[in-house]
């Protein structure tokens, strides 16, 4: 890896363990626009990871967007899912006036790019929403790219379909909601043998996506979900940890949990700091 890509915010290096930082919703940055294609064809580039989140169209077709309805992120109106291609290409996102980036433009971006560069497609609606066209609209236009592309999301059966339709595409799950609740009701026993039950579930993930606290406190109480992961063949994506001050970096509270998630060897952080996380680590490893 050159000083160049080191500098790009693309992975820490530590006893021996690489750590991807993963760009979260397409942000190298925080200053940076939420979703931006140019963040996007940087990270092509220079072999980053990135995330971004689909919804799914009335015509079967995906738009990269978080939320149901189009107010929150665009000058649109209504529910993103009763909205077709033509309705869309006139709306833009709030932040600068961009225009929306369809399924469409993702693919056509995604046939020259560096060959460690991975992308997440999270999934923001489940199965039943998306059906049978939107599994072929996928796979019509993501079967022959550069790129490698991984689909995560919450909806299990949707992973599945994936799984089925799209064997060249990688899958990731996020089972940290129903975790979350299994601790509370029934404790970390119960966790493990939920999260045990998913690593050999049909999803057949690549990555298990989980929040980075769930992690840090499961290990307090002896539970190494990563290592638990690693048993079974899969990565472990810990997520969101963002710095508050990106040009400070690492405050005290902040540098405790990073390193102990750290030590714990995930494959990769999902980050709206990347460039300023990977900055924070080599000051603090180097006092």
Request: net charge negative; glycine share 8%; charged share 30%.
């Amino acid at each position: 890896m050159t000083k160049l890509l080191d500098a790009q915010g693309l992975e820490i290096l530590h006893a021996g363990h690489r750590t991807r930082l993963k760009w979260h919703r397409l942000r190298k940055r925080f200053a940076d626009p939420l979703f931006s294609a140019e963040v996007m064809a940087e990270g092509f580039a220079a072999g980053a990871s990135m995330e971004l989140d689909l919804r799914v169209r009335a015509d079967g077709g995906f738009v990269v967007l978080h939320d149901e309805e189009l107010e929150g992120e665009t000058t649109g109106h209504g529910s993103i899912a009763a909205k077709n291609i033509t309705d869309l290409r006139d709306i833009r996102m709030q932040e600068g006036g961009r225009p929306l980036i369809l399924s469409e433009d993702l693919a056509a971006m995604m046939q020259s790019t560096h060959p460690d560069a991975l992308l997440q497609f999270d999934m923001k609606d489940d199965y039943e929403a998306i059906g049978s066209r939107g599994i072929a609209h996928l796979a019509e236009h993501f079967r022959n790219i550069a790129a490698s592309v991984i689909v995560s999301g919450g909806s299990l059966d949707l992973i599945v379909a994936v799984g089925q339709k799209l064997p060249h595409l990688l899958r990731g799950i996020d089972p940290t909601d129903k975790l979350y609740d299994i601790r509370k009701a029934s404790g970390w026993k119960a966790v493990e043998m939920e999260l045990r039950a998913d690593l050999n579930g049909p999803t057949d993930p690549d990555t298990v996506y989980l929040h980075w606290p769930l992690i840090l406190n499961a290990a307090k109480e002896g539970l190494d979900m990563i290592a638990l992961c690693r048993d079974h063949g899969k990565r472990v994506d810990a997520w969101t940890f963002t710095l508050k001050d990106p040009e400070a970096g690492f405050n005290d509270e902040e540098w405790q949990n990073f390193s102990a998630l750290m030590t714990l060897k995930p494959d990769q952080i999902t980050t709206d700091e990347a460039p300023a996380t990977q900055r924070a680590w080599r000051r603090r490893m180097a006092d």
